[in-house]
């Protein structure tokens, strides 16, 4: 039987609302559309953050764009260590407390910038070496993200420490010259003084698969082989004209370590190009369910650091540009939701601790050592260890890092410190000496 015209009319119309329904359930329709990047970011469980700068927050314009388009906040300088402490152990937080009271009052997520970096030290630390430097190094840690604590979303740990080029390896760094085990030494510190914040590493040109990103990607899986508490790799995509042919599946091969994944520092150079390259962007993030969000390195084009290229979503008069609707419709187009990767915190309480192994290698010269002891545990959890051993008659220890030891002669107890007392199943950590004289023979584990 024939319909009549206008039943047929609203049968397409319900037709055509079941098909809006059912495509609502992968897909946000335009009915849903927010019209800001923090709200339209949100839909889909992510941020949208912005690195900003306190001496700015006096500048309406700057807030106005801040308050009503962000959900996450970076201190661009003010959380790094030559802005918290300036002469060693004297922390100052005025400005980064800023940031952080400006992140509180718009609701938004506080990403922590940086930890530790061979830049931007004060020169008190670029004047430290060895123990000294580590010793320094991990205090920092212990104390701002103390003063931090539980108000920070995702701390940027480490900071740039592998090498540009070919090699894969690391870059070479006062840092990185107090042992390689620099790394893993400031994650565990940063996990004991706040258990609840992610915790990421932090770098540039690893935006495709390459070396750089390789080497990255290696330490990440080995860390987290090892128990070494890491949850999130930061990619800071400062991109010129183009984006490497593989960002997505690069982002991927992360996330498929069990990290959450991160855009840290986003800008692009002006160019024909800008608008579909933050497209492309933010259609990768997300593409990849675990990746968490995005930031931008600043507001408007007169903000960021890279002077003359103009290369983010806000003009110099605070327009939104061709680049932030891109943004905007990639983000609205939606995709699989972040399921906010919980931090992978150590269990609280006293647990029984299993038996534990300690190895040392030496790297001694004539009238000096330095002892690296690896301590392992087996196939239970070590929570808390002790390892002894015998220096010959004549020899001493004039410096211990990652440990605590009894004494500098004889025999020795060196005993775990805050943060690196609990080791995984089948895990290990390392702690070292260095002494006068000859190194010691073999060394012995006692857990708990
Ligand atoms: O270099 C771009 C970024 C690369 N990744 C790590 C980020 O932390 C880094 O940010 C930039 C800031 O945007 C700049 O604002 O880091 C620079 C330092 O390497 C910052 O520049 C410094 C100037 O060099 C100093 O002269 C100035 O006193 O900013 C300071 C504060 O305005």
């Not at 390789?214 to 790799?233: A, L, Q």
């Not at 993030?285 to 650091?305: E, L, P, Q, Y």
């Not at 004889?410 to 895990?427: K, L």
Request: hydrophobic fraction near 35%; charged fraction near 15%.
């Amino acid at each position: 039987m024939p319909i009549p015209r206008h039943g047929r009319l609203a049968l397409l119309a319900t037709a055509a609302a079941g098909v809006v329904v059912a495509a609502s359930v992968a897909v946000i329709g335009t009915a849903d559309a927010a019209s800001t990047l923090g709200a339209s970011a949100a839909q889909t469980g992510r941020y949208f953050g912005a690195a900003i700068a306190a001496g700015k927050l006096g500048d309406s314009t700057y807030t106005g764009i801040l308050n009503r388009e962000f959900n996450a906040v970076t201190p661009e300088n003010e959380m790094k260590w030559d802005a918290t402490e300036p002469s060693q152990g004297r922390f100052t937080y005025t400005n980064g407390d800023r940031i952080l009271n400006q992140g509180i009052s718009m609701g938004a997520k506080i990403r922590g910038h940086a930890l530790l970096w061979h830049q931007q030290q004060p020169s008190w630390a670029q004047g430290l070496s060895g123990s000294a430097l580590r010793n320094a190094a991990i205090n920092h840690v212990t104390q701002v993200a103390t003063h931090y604590k539980g108000k920070i979303y995702a701390w940027d740990v480490v900071n740039e420490a592998f090498a540009d080029g070919g090699s894969g390896g690391r870059r070479d760094s006062n840092l990185q010259r107090t042992g390689n085990d620099w790394i893993e030494a400031a994650f565990r510190a940063a996990r004991a003084a706040d258990p609840n914040a992610k915790l990421c590493y932090n770098d540039y040109n690893t935006d495709g698969v390459n070396a750089k990103s390789t080497g990255v990607y290696n330490m990440v899986r080995d860390f987290k082989s090892r128990g070494v508490p890491i949850d999130c790799v930061g990619f800071q995509s400062h991109l010129g004209t183009s984006i490497p042919g593989d960002y997505q599946a690069n982002l991927q091969r992360f996330a498929d370590l069990g990290v959450e994944v991160q855009i840290t520092e986003l800008d692009v150079a002006q160019g024909g190009n800008q608008a579909n390259i933050y497209a492309a962007v933010t259609r990768a993030c997300v593409a990849v369910s675990r990746c968490g969000g995005i930031t931008v390195w600043g507001i408007r084009d007169s903000d960021s650091w890279r002077t003359g290229e103009n290369p983010l979503l806000f003009d110099s008069s605070g327009n939104k540009k061709a680049a932030y609707t891109s943004v905007l419709n990639a983000l609205n187009a939606g995709g699989p939701t972040n399921p906010t990767t919980p931090v992978t915190t150590t269990p609280t309480g006293n647990p029984p601790s299993g038996a534990c192994a300690a190895s040392v290698s030496l790297n001694s010269w004539n009238g000096g050592f330095v002892a690296t002891v690896r301590v392992t545990a087996g196939s239970a959890a070590v929570n808390g260890w002790t390892v002894s051993l015998a220096l010959p008659s004549g020899s001493a220890v004039t410096s211990t890092w990652n440990a605590t030891g009894s004494g500098s002669t004889g025999t020795i107890s060196f005993r775990n410190v805050s943060y690196n007392g609990q080791i995984p199943a089948g895990g290990y950590t390392e702690f070292g000496f260095q002494g006068t004289g000859a190194g010691p023979g073999t060394a012995s584990c006692t857990a708990g």
